[in-house]
């Protein structure tokens, strides 16, 4: 069956440090991906997808970006954090019958 | 105009209560419909996919109504286990993305 690894689960980072956040799958194979983030007691919002390797397509102009270097590689990334960027980072794979799957998620705090 | 629309409640029941949510759609293009369950600080993981007939699994039954473009989730015989909440999702296929509710909150009290 198809999993989802990121890492790491929480990250208290300052202002204007760089972000690199990963997530690798198994079990499947030219999976489309996505990148979301979820505000405090909000819905979730579509960064980033990713059809295939080095295919990236953003939804919201911001200072982050992604990366697909592998098939079952994902990573989101940043130069310079702002305080607006902390969240609940979460990846995820469509998988059989177009349903969502999901990794745990990183806990994201921009100080 | 929102693509999924919920109302985020929230919804507080007692245990054994019957509670029902519902969520509008507007593309009409849209051909897969699932209910998502988040615990707190948790990611969302399926609960079920909504299928035109309806559903059910356990206490939990699922509608569609393609007419109206609307989905609706209910809960019989609630258990304080099912507070948490509730994400209405669909997905076009075409482009395979997914279009995900605010959520709504429920919690069950003792």
């Known amino acids: 069956s198809q999993t989802i690894h990121q890492w790491p689960a929480t990250l208290v980072q300052p202002v204007g440090s760089p972000l690199s956040l990963e997530c690798t799958v198994e079990?499947?194979?030219?999976?489309?991906l996505y990148w979301y983030r979820q505000a405090a007691g909000r819905g979730l919002q579509l960064l980033f997808y990713?059809?295939?390797?080095?295919?990236i397509s953003s939804e919201v102009p911001q200072n982050l970006s992604a990366s697909r270097p592998q098939d079952r590689q994902f990573i989101l990334s940043s130069k310079k954090l702002l305080l607006s960027d902390s969240g609940f980072y979460l990846c995820?794979?469509?998988?059989?019958?177009?349903?969502?799957?999901f990794g745990q998620g990183t806990r994201l705090t921009v100080v | 105009r929102k693509e999924v629309e919920q109302d985020p409640g929230p919804f507080n029941v007692p245990e054994g209560a019957t509670v029902a949510f519902n969520c509008t759609y507007s593309?009409?293009?849209?051909?897969?419909f699932f209910w998502y369950r988040q615990d707190c600080r948790k990611e969302p993981k399926l609960l079920m996919s909504?299928?035109?007939s309806g559903n059910e699994d356990g206490r939990f039954t699922a509608q569609l109504n393609r007419a109206s473009q609307y989905i609706s989730l209910l809960i019989r015989d609630s258990k304080l286990s099912d507070s948490a909440t509730y994400l209405c999702?669909?997905?076009?296929?075409?482009?395979?993305?997914?279009?995900f509710g605010t959520g709504t909150s429920l919690t069950v009290i003792p």
């Open positions: 995820a794979l469509s998988g059989v019958l177009f349903k969502a799957f």
């Open positions: 079990g499947t194979s030219n999976p489309n």
């Open positions: 990713s059809v295939g390797i080095g295919q």
């Open positions: 593309n009409s293009a849209s051909q897969s």
């Open positions: 909504v299928y035109s």
């Open positions: 999702v669909v997905n076009l296929r075409t482009g395979n993305q997914f279009y």
